[in-house]
């Protein structure tokens, strides 16, 4: 029986096709990230709010936040293991700083994200050691030739 995509979210895929789709959404959130994180970077260039939630959103500099979710999304497409992890760090200390500068949790999809970032670190790892794993048993290795 095949695993779900949330049981291997939260558990740890079991296997090689699920690990690389956990990485594809993992990758496709994180587009969905820079995406929103840009529009209200850039809407912050025309707008300000009374709302210190809002304002915080609206923040331009959150451009640098863009050009390094950028970096580090590319980064994790090509299923590097040091992107993920520090995408998992970065998420974490961001949802810190929300923390601090809001003075309330962060919500729920903030979690659902860390999680899902989290389950993208042991999948990176699992594909990874699986090629590896595969160069070693081939025999015609070209490095060999």
């Known amino acids: 029986m095949s695993q779900s995509f949330i049981s291997a979210v939260f558990q740890g895929p079991k296997d090689i096709v699920m690990a690389q789709r956990i990485v594809k959404v993992s990758v496709y959130v994180s587009i969905l990230m820079i995406f929103i994180s840009a529009t209200l970077a850039i809407a912050g260039f025309f707008q300000t709010s009374s709302d210190a939630r809002v304002q915080y959103m609206l923040d331009p500099w959150m451009l640098i936040d863009v050009f390094l979710l950028g970096v580090l999304t590319f ?12 995408f998992l760090i970065y998420h974490l200390v961001n949802l810190i700083i929300i923390y601090i500068e809001l003075e309330r949790f962060p919500g729920a999809l903030g979690f659902l994200k860390l999680i899902l970032f989290m389950a993208a670190v042991r999948s990176v790892y699992m594909v990874n050691k699986d090629s590896k794993e595969e160069k070693a048993d081939n025999p015609l290795n070209e490095e060999s030739a």
Do not use: D, S, T
């Open 75 to 86: 980064f994790l497409y090509k299923r590097k293991l040091w992107a993920a992890i520090v």
